[in-house]
């Protein structure tokens, strides 16, 4: 009983800072808009500057009225940024911040405003109750070189390629389930699961969740907690170019774990 009460307590203390993530007024939910950047120079309403795409990168303008830093270093007149890392970058302004970023081979601008509707709207994300039962035990069936998955993404009309290191093989409610397992370039030392189940458009965001996995240390053993299964960010704005989970990545049960549909989506 103490150690289920204490794996209870570290579930909470981890909703509780996912919570804390999701309020962060620089966090996702403060995004503003999703623009995609070409050869052409343009404006945007929720960003200084001027914006556009060159073979060798980002080339940025701020007139003379306007303060942007990178770093902490302001920049001023032409600034050309180099190729995007597929972390991203973050350019600063005021209270607010654009988050550039490589989607899928193109180049997006992400404002980022703390007095955001959907932050100001945002009142929490229900979730289900912490359940032992959806701690599950799987096996890793590693490829022996990472292969690309293709992937359909919540923009319409853009696909993209990911990284997949293998396949994880586990049981739920007694049926056989097999999910193909991503690389997470934020996170490479963890297995990156996006999925599908009968919950979605139920009690769940209809396009999926995701959570991640330690990659073993030995063996193939690989602990599945889909107590921590949370909404992709496209489960809460527009401005987001969420891959979705590859076409096979179906559990075919009710995982009834992990977080609900948020409120008014």
């Not at 991503?182 to 990156?192: I, K, M, Q, R, V």
Request: proline letters at 9%.
């Amino acid at each position: 009983m103490r150690q289920e009460t204490d794996w209870v307590a570290d579930w909470q203390a981890w909703r509780a800072a996912r919570e804390e993530r999701l309020r962060d007024p620089r966090g996702f939910l403060a995004v503003t808009g999703l623009h995609w950047l070409s050869a052409t120079p343009q404006r945007f309403h929720d960003v200084p500057g001027t914006w556009s795409q060159s073979p060798g990168g980002v080339v940025l303008t701020v007139d003379d009225d306007e303060a942007m830093t990178i770093s902490g270093r302001p920049l001023r007149g032409t600034t050309a940024i180099g190729p995007v890392d597929p972390t991203g970058l973050t350019i600063e302004f005021g209270e607010g911040l654009v988050e550039v970023a490589e989607r899928f081979g193109r180049t997006l601008l992400r404002p980022r405003h703390p007095d955001s509707p959907t932050l100001r709207a945002y009142t929490g994300t229900p979730s289900y109750a912490p359940d032992l039962r959806w701690v599950l035990e799987g096996r890793l069936e590693a490829y022996e070189q990472p292969r690309p998955v293709g992937v359909e993404t919540v923009v319409e009309g853009m696909t993209g390629t990911l990284e997949a290191r293998g396949e994880v093989v586990f049981t739920a409610d007694r049926r056989p389930q097999r999910l193909v397992a991503l690389t997470d370039p934020d996170a490479p030392d963890e297995l990156w699961l996006l999925f599908t189940d009968e919950t979605n458009g139920v009690t769940t965001y209809a396009a999926g969740r995701q959570f991640a996995a330690d990659l073993p240390t030995s063996g193939d053993r690989v602990v599945l907690d889909f107590n921590r299964a949370v909404n992709l960010p496209c489960a809460y704005t527009d401005f987001a170019a969420c891959p979705l989970p590859p076409a096979r990545n179906h559990v075919d049960v009710l995982v009834e774990a992990g977080e609900r549909v948020p409120p008014g989506r």
